[in-house]
Every structure is written in structure tokens, then in C-alpha cells.
């Protein structure tokens, strides 16, 4: 049985998000916790936050035990970009872009 978190709309650049993602797939969710909490990016904060969502939807929708569950997937997509100015020299500008991502997590029971 699967289930899935969504964290949409994070912060942080999907490039930056990937590189912690590629980290913890086919972990157990007990691992995956511990690799993140001493991993120092900003990514893996915001991943642990979305697994920890995922594992709570399993305990109290589904009913599953969290010890049997694994990462069986984590899906990083470009959200939107927000666009800001920054005023240059001679009255020119140039283009800022705080980049989002949407961060989706799938979990999946050892027994299944």
C-alpha cells in the first residue's frame, strides 16, 4: 500500500531539492529521518518536514505502522518562479528569480 505527501510551493530551487531527494530513496522512513536531521542543507530540512507529513497520513489514514514503511519514491518539480528587480548601473535592471518547488513523497509498506 502507498501513501503520499505533497509540500507545495517550498522554497528552495528544485536542482538544490534533488540533489537531498537522490539521497534517502529506497531508505526505510526510520533512516531516512536520521540522514536528513545531520545532512546541512536547507533541502533536507524541508524534505524531513514532507516526510513526516507522509508518515503521519500512513498512521492515521491508512493505518499502517511506521516501522514498515520505506521511501519508495521522492518526485521534485519546478514550481512557480516569483520575478524581482534589482537596479543596476546607468538605469538598467536585472532580473531576480526566487525559484519554488513542490516536493512530493511516496511511501510504500514493506509488505506489500
Keep these: 500500500m502507498e501513501v503520499k505527501a505533497v509540500y507545495k510551493y517550498a522554497r528552495i ?17 526510520s533512516q531516512a529521518t536520521d540522514t536528513l536531521s ?3 542543507k536547507k533541502g533536507a530540512y524541508l524534505l524531513n518536514k514532507a516526510l513526516k507529513s507522509a508518515v503521519a497520513n500512513a498512521e492515521n489514514n491508512k493505518e499502517l505502522a511506521a516501522d514498515s514503511l520505506f521511501v519508495k519514491s521522492v518526485m521534485v518539480d519546478e ?10 548601473a546607468r538605469g538598467s535592471a536585472n532580473m531576480i528569480r ?8 511516496v511511501l510504500a509498506s514493506k509488505e506489500a
Design 13 to 29: 530551487s528544485a536542482k538544490k531539492m534533488r540533489d537531498v531527494a537522490r539521497a534517502v530513496q529506497g531508505m526505510t522512513v
Design 38 to 40: 545531520y545532512t546541512p
Design 79 to 88: 514550481g512557480p518562479t516569483q520575478r524581482r528587480t534589482m537596479p543596476r
Design 98 to 105: 526566487k525559484r519554488t518547488s513542490h516536493i512530493t513523497v
